[in-house]
């Protein structure tokens, strides 16, 4: 009998006596199903994203709206981390990183308030994405410096 009291006591540790366990183990599965199945933006949604912070971010530049320029330059960084969070596995997202130098030029010209220094970081920036899509083989996506408001609603003035 001392024999068999071991075994016992190992088999009923094993056994699941919790009928909670079961609801728990649904709940997980339904919150893994939700977390594989929300929403993601893709790739070309980020990409849309910082065309429009890009196009906003020359003409509060070139209005010497350091503010808003800063705002705009921030916003373009934040959809860039986003990318490689979010479409890590995309191999354009492996590359995001030769953005860094010119946007830091530009966040640099942005700091002393120069005009000139920002129109040529600008440059550099607009340059370094073209050189980017090439490498990805995206070189039909040309980005240009823009010549008209991206939208119509916003004022890239100085508000004094």
């Given at each position: 009998?001392?024999?068999?009291?071991?075994?016992?006591?190992?088999?009923?540790?094993?056994?699941?006596?919790?009928?909670?366990?079961?609801?728990?183990?649904?709940?997980?599965?339904?919150?893994?199903?939700?977390?594989?199945?929300?929403?993601?933006?893709?790739?070309?949604?980020?990409?849309?994203?910082?065309?429009?912070?890009?196009?906003?971010?020359?003409?509060?530049?070139?209005?010497?709206?350091?503010?808003?320029?800063?705002?705009?330059?921030?916003?373009?960084?934040?959809?860039?981390?986003?990318?490689?969070?979010?479409?890590?596995?995309?191999?354009?997202?492996?590359?995001?990183?030769?953005?860094?130098?010119?946007?830091?030029?530009?966040?640099?010209?942005?700091?002393?308030?120069?005009?000139?220094?920002?129109?040529?970081?600008?440059?550099?920036?607009?340059?370094?994405?073209?050189?980017?899509?090439?490498?990805?083989?995206?070189?039909?996506?040309?980005?240009?410096?823009?010549?008209?408001?991206?939208?119509s609603n916003q004022d890239f003035k100085v508000v004094?």
């Amino acid at each position: 009998m001392r024999n068999l009291i071991l075994p016992i006591i190992i088999l009923l540790a094993s056994c699941n006596t919790n009928p909670n366990s079961k609801n728990l183990q649904g709940q997980i599965d339904s919150l893994n199903s939700k977390v594989h199945n929300a929403y993601q933006p893709g790739f070309g949604e980020f990409m849309s994203n910082i065309q429009l912070h890009h196009a906003k971010l020359w003409f509060a530049g070139i209005n010497n709206n350091w503010r808003l320029a800063d705002y705009e330059v921030h916003e373009m960084q934040e959809a860039l981390v986003s990318i490689q969070k979010y479409n890590k596995d995309r191999p354009e997202s492996q590359i995001i990183d030769v953005l860094y130098p010119s946007i830091d030029s530009i966040n640099a010209a942005i700091a002393q308030k120069n005009p000139q220094f920002f129109k040529s970081s600008y440059e550099l920036l607009t340059r370094t994405c073209n050189d980017c899509h090439k490498s990805t083989a995206h070189d039909f996506n040309v980005i240009t410096i823009p010549t008209t408001p991206p939208i119509s609603n916003q004022d890239f003035k100085v508000v004094q």
